[in-house]
């Protein structure tokens, strides 16, 4: 059984640090691997997807990594902004299923 | 609209009642999810439509839920004789091309 796990479960840094969320899966075999943001009461929005065949992918300030074979991705936010603040999200797409399974969140908070 | 529409936003009802909450997916997407967030958890798989046909229930609790997607767009949510452990957030969600897009949720509170 696919399990996600993101560590660490709160973080906050002041405006303008670079940072890094983690999350780990505990099987190999993915499909993808998504990051999310999600607001308070609201829903989530994607902001990264990288395919089992890729390494990383960028958007703006962001940057994912996935290492499939030691089961890790990584979130990079670079200068930090106190509208990143935000639970972050790390789902898994299993091989052969369309569903995902998602990690706990990061609570990220960015203090001005 | 342009997003993923759920409603209601809000529902509360009382332990062993009916309700049924309902996704608006984007035009077009003929992939449909429903998930389950409790809080300070993850969302947790439910169900997955590809058109009209569940193709994946395999997320639902039990026989007190059931959802169905008649015209392959909205689709509905169903669960009888509510329990008190059924209170969370329920996301649908749409797809195209592996991409999620996520509504809002519906907060359910069974008292």
């Known amino acids: 059984k696919q399990e996600v796990t993101q560590i660490p479960a709160a973080l906050s840094v002041p405006e303008g640090e670079n940072l890094v969320l983690n999350c780990s899966f505990t099987d190999s075999a993915i499909y993808n691997l998504q990051w999310f943001r999600q607001d308070p009461g609201k829903g989530l929005t994607s902001l990264l997807l990288?395919?089992?065949?890729?390494r990383e992918q960028t958007s703006g300030r962001l940057n994912a990594s996935l290492d499939k074979s030691s089961g890790r991705s990584t979130l990079y936010i670079a200068a930090s902004q106190p509208g990143d603040s935000a639970t972050y999200l790390c789902a898994v797409r299993i091989q052969g299923a369309q569903k995902l399974v998602f990690g706990q969140g990061t609570r990220l908070t960015i203090n001005p | 609209g342009a997003g993923v529409s759920q409603t209601p936003s809000n529902k509360v009802t009382e332990k062993g009642k009916y309700v049924e909450l309902r996704c608006d997916p984007i035009s077009g997407h003929t992939a449909l999810y429903w998930y389950r967030q409790s809080l300070g958890q993850g969302p947790e798989f439910l169900i997955y439509?590809?058109?009209?046909?569940?193709?994946?229930d395999s997320g639902l609790p039990n026989d007190r839920f059931f959802a169905v997607r008649p015209e392959g767009s909205v689709s509905t949510l169903k669960i009888q004789r509510t329990e008190r452990g059924d209170s969370a957030v329920y996301l649908c969600a749409s797809s195209l091309q592996g991409k999620l897009f996520f509504g809002s949720g519906t907060q359910l509170s069974v008292l």
């Open positions: 439509f590809q058109g009209t046909g569940a193709a994946d």
């Open positions: 990288i395919q089992s065949s890729q």
